[in-house]
C-alpha cells in the first residue's frame, strides 16, 4: 500500500491536500470528500480519522485505490462557516453546466480524472435525531450524526 499527498486547486487560495491510497493490486477506485462545508466538522474529523489509520497501516487497502479530500472548503472551514456561497450548491447540476465556484471545479476535475466507482461525500446532519424524545444530549446527537451518506 503507498500513500501519497497531493494538492487540490493548487496555488490557488483554495488549495488543500487530498490523499491518495494505493493497494497493491488493481482494483475500484473509491472517493472520499468532506470538509465541503466549513460549519460541519464532524465528517472532517471522520475522514482524518480514517487518513490517520491508513497512515498508521492499522488499516489497509489491499486491491484498488482511494482518495481522500478530508477538508475541501480550508477557508470556511478556519472560520467555522458554511461559506458564502455555500459550496455544495456551486457544483455542476447538468452534464453541459460549469461549476461555478473554482474549488468545486476543481473538485469536479479530479473527480473526472479518476473515475472512481463510488463516490462518498461526507455531511453532518444536526438534529436527525430530534424526533427521538429520550435523545437529548446535543454533543451525542452530532456525534451520532458524524457520518452520513
Ligand atoms: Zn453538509
Partial sequence: MQISTHQLAKGTKFETPYYIIKGNS??????????????????ILAAKKLLDLLQKDIL??????????PIVNQIAYKRRIRDIPDLNRTFLRKPNQAASHPLS???????????PEW?????????????????????KQHAMSAIQI
Avoid at 470528500?33 to 465528517?43: I, K, Y
Avoid at 489497509?60 to 479530500?69: D, T
Avoid at 463516490?119 to 454533543?139: N, Q
Fill in 60 to 69: 489497509h487497502i489491499e486491491n484498488g485505490m482511494l482518495i481522500i479530500v
Fill in 119 to 139: 463516490y462518498i461525500d461526507l455531511h453532518e446532519a444536526r438534529g436527525i435525531f430530534r424526533s427521538v424524545s429520550s435523545f437529548t444530549s446535543t454533543s
Fill in 105 to 115: 471545479a476543481a473538485l469536479f476535475q479530479l473527480t473526472k480524472q479518476f473515475n
Fill in 26 to 43: 488493481v482494483g475500484n477506485t473509491v472517493m472520499i470528500t468532506a470538509g465541503v462545508q466549513g460549519d460541519e466538522t464532524a465528517n
